[in-house]
């Protein structure tokens, strides 16, 4: 009995976890989308690199902006 008592107060206290969890991530959720600059920004720099002639520190593939 004691451990069914347990239990209870366990699966109780991650269904509130899990509701506050939920409705902090759905009203966080429009501010974590990426920075439209971030991105500007990481394709010029890769186009003044071009234009540098630095192909290979310029890549084949756009630069992550979240990495820069």
Do not use: C, H
Not at 26 to 33: E, G, T
């Amino acid at each position: 009995e004691r451990y069914a008592t347990d239990m209870n107060i366990v699966l109780i206290f991650s269904g509130i976890f899990s509701a506050g969890s939920t409705s902090f991530i759905v009203a966080m959720k429009p501010n974590l989308s990426p920075d439209p600059s971030d991105t500007a920004n990481a394709l010029l720099k890769q186009l003044v690199q071009i234009g540098l002639g630095n192909l290979a520190e310029a890549g084949s593939t756009p630069i992550d902006p979240i990495s820069t």
